[in-house]
């Protein structure tokens, strides 16, 4: 009693107040939900109504509040009256029922199994289980689970030989040459001992020699590793190591940069003529659809990239979904412009060759280029294109009138790697009305996409949901016990099905600590991909993406595991400690900042050691020196503390001095959406 009488001393404390002496940074909730119990016991005696529905009085709903969840409960002794109240999009009717639910399970709990932990106990009714289970993941189709990804393209060659198969820089090549050139790579990669599961390394420019190269890998049974010539040294040779290829496709100067590595090299320019007299007929490469098709790699939080093992079942599922989603036809053409190391590719590339459209390879740089995008689609008459949400908002801006015009060819936009905003959204229907846009999303670890949605024309407020799961596909949203959550809840969303991964390679508790016995599949031994995203259901069915529960972050559309670039940062002698954070300090314009404490070393010289190990998309825009990084009280690394970097215009600003100076100081600020931009500023140091 005497404690309490101490603290209700401070009852009228302000919540303001209570929060600065807190580890919560404003404007977070100091808390998600009150209760307020009050026991009045008119009527006299205990509930005797248990749980049961008669024992609620009644329930009244109020919209407003100032937290998340608010619950006024009043104790008439053999009755409850409820107040719920919550905050817009939570439905306070909703509280209610599952309040309800909750209660009639734990006075169940009371009289069968005291000894439960009331964490444990289930409050997801029946029939709302199997909603959220069975009937929004009954996605059964027939796919050709005995065909590999090169036999669909082998197939479409026999129904037209004849047609363009390919077509970049003015060069077209029919699906017969096409087979043709494929087949005499793979015969030759056979020679060298590439079979099933075997890896195969790839590092070429956007090119008719990557189609070749990609589909001369598939044919021998091998699985291609696509390395980004743009990488660094240090990590295209961790690749190599880690992968261990049975060879490695390359070409022209790129010979010359990979001089070194101890594995058979194959110059696709320059050495062609070492396999241009073996046989043009498919070979029987020995691989079928439980068999690796790629290895990409992606981010890794402990400081090293992994590789994903996808064996050629789920993409086969995933093209032949897309297919029948979306009916691609011969007179369709489509752009391929991402970068051969992301899993957008592999539909860019395989879909066209298996319905006997066109596939258009931009140059390489290209996809950086919205003028030179615009002009392809014009002179190509592009039907299909991809894009990264934010990539497609820089498109849209670079588009004038004329350039809009000449898009009325696209027919499909298809956007995946980052959420996508209803503005866009509405801003792509308006700028180009021909197209419709399709919202879709899954990780590298599932084959590419498993969920989809049409962005219709409808005027909204609403988040744009990543939508349904696709064809002979699960979409599980669990809670940290890996129970379903209920509708509108936030839960972790778990990927089940034909086109989840192998796994990591060379990574086996890693493996084990992402794919998951899958307790819900119509298959034994069916595993789950536990993503790291947020997302709930909609009451429609539908999923609406939230967010992620741990480190990794999407900066246009590149994956990244912040970890790995800390780890990276830290190997630096000259740094203490480091924290690598994605700020989005102005509206859609997402970059990375490091913070580090140790010595003054600037920004360049940051920059360029990092230069050297990652990719350029992971090289953080800004560098912070901090005295030390700051805290929560508890002792963790207090996120929201850490300060914004200086863009621009700061301290030592020396304003334009000429008119040339002027435009470029202008065109610097927006582009980099700074408010100025002094002569002695660099480009990279301040934001670019």
């Not at 919205?370 to 990539?391: D, G």
Request: net charge negative.
């Amino acid at each position: 009693h005497g404690v309490l009488a101490e603290l209700l001393r401070h009852e009228h404390a302000s919540l303001a107040l209570a929060q600065r002496c807190s580890g919560v940074a404003a404007p977070a909730p100091l808390f998600t939900s009150l209760l307020n119990y009050r026991y009045s016991g008119r009527h006299g005696g205990a509930a005797r109504g248990g749980s049961s529905r008669e024992g609620v009085r009644g329930i009244r709903i109020q919209e407003r509040t100032n937290y998340p969840v608010a619950l006024a409960v009043d104790d008439l002794g053999e009755e409850f009256s409820l107040v719920a109240q919550a905050v817009v999009p939570v439905e306070a009717e909703q509280v209610c029922r599952m309040m309800h639910t909750a209660l009639e399970r734990l006075v169940e709990a009371l009289e069968v199994s005291p000894g439960q932990s009331v964490g444990s106990i289930d409050v997801l009714p029946e029939a709302e289980r199997r909603q959220v289970v069975e009937a929004w993941n009954a996605t059964e189709a027939a796919y050709p689970r005995d065909l590999c990804v090169h036999e669909l393209f082998e197939r479409q060659v026999e129904r037209t030989p004849d047609a363009v198969a390919v077509v970049f820089e003015g060069e077209r090549v029919s699906y017969a040459e096409l087979n043709r050139r494929a087949n005499r790579l793979a015969h030759h990669l056979r020679m060298k001992g590439v079979g099933p599961d075997a890896r195969v390394a790839v590092c070429v420019e956007r090119s008719l020699e990557m189609v070749v190269a990609l589909l001369g890998v598939l044919k021998a049974g091998g699985a291609y590793v696509p390395l980004d010539p743009e990488y660094p040294y240090e990590r295209l040779t961790y690749m190599l190591r880690d992968s261990a290829p049975v060879a490695l496709l390359t070409q022209g100067a790129l010979v010359d940069r990979l001089d070194g590595v101890e594995m058979p090299v194959l110059d696709l320019e320059g050495g062609a003529a070492a396999w241009a007299r073996r046989p043009e007929h498919d070979p029987e490469s020995g691989a079928g659809p439980q068999n690796l098709a790629y290895v990409i790699y992606t981010s890794g939080s402990t400081g090293r990239p992994k590789g994903v093992l996808v064996p050629h079942i789920g993409v086969v599922n995933r093209l032949v979904w897309m297919q029948n989603a979306y009916e691609m036809g011969a007179d369709d053409r489509i752009l391929q412009k991402t970068t051969f190391s992301f899993d957008v590719s592999v539909w860019e590339f395989f879909w066209p060759l298996m319905t006997g459209a066109r596939l258009v390879m931009a140059r390489p740089g290209g996809h950086q280029d919205p003028a030179y995008l615009a002009e392809v689609i014009r002179r190509e008459e592009v039907s299909t294109i991809h894009f990264v949400p934010s990539m497609l908002q820089v498109f849209l801006d670079h588009l004038d009138d004329a350039q809009a015009r000449g898009c009325a060819s696209l027919r499909r936009i298809v956007c995946s790697g980052e959420a996508m905003a209803r503005a866009l959204v509405d801003r792509t229907h308006r700028q180009l009305p021909s197209a419709r846009l399709h919202n879709l999303y899954g990780p590298t670890e599932a084959a590419v996409d498993v969920t989809a949605w049409e962005c219709t024309r409808e005027e909204s407020e609403a988040a744009v949901p990543i939508g349904r799961p696709i064809a002979n596909t699960g979409i599980y949203l669990l809670d940290v016990r890996g129970e379903p959550v209920p509708v509108g809840v936030a839960g972790e969303l778990y990927i089940g099905g034909v086109q989840v991964a192998r796994g990591y390679l060379n990574r086996a508790e890693l493996t084990a600590e992402r794919f998951v016995p899958d307790p819900f599949g119509k298959e034994p031994g069916g595993r789950l991909y536990r993503t790291g995203d947020l997302a709930r259901w909609l009451p429609e069915g539908v999923i609406e993406y939230l967010g992620r529960n741990d480190a990794q972050v999407k900066v246009r559309g590149f994956r990244i595991e912040l970890g790995e670039i800390e780890a990276r940062l830290a190997e630096h002698p000259g740094v203490r400690a480091a924290v690598v954070v994605a700020r989005e300090d102005a509206p859609g314009d997402r970059r990375l900042v490091a913070y580090y404490t140790g010595e003054e070393l600037g920004a360049e010289a940051l920059r360029s050691a990092l230069g050297l190990r990652l990719p350029e998309y992971m090289v953080p825009a800004a560098y912070v020196r901090l005295e030390a990084l700051p805290l929560t009280p508890n002792g963790k690394l207090d996120r929201r503390a850490l300060p914004a970097p200086q863009w621009g215009g700061g301290e030592g600003y020396v304003a334009p001095r000429t008119a040339t100076e002027e435009v470029l100081a202008g065109i610097w600020a927006e582009v980099l959406r700074l408010e100025r931009v002094g002569v002695k500023e660099n480009f990279f140091e301040v934001g670019g």
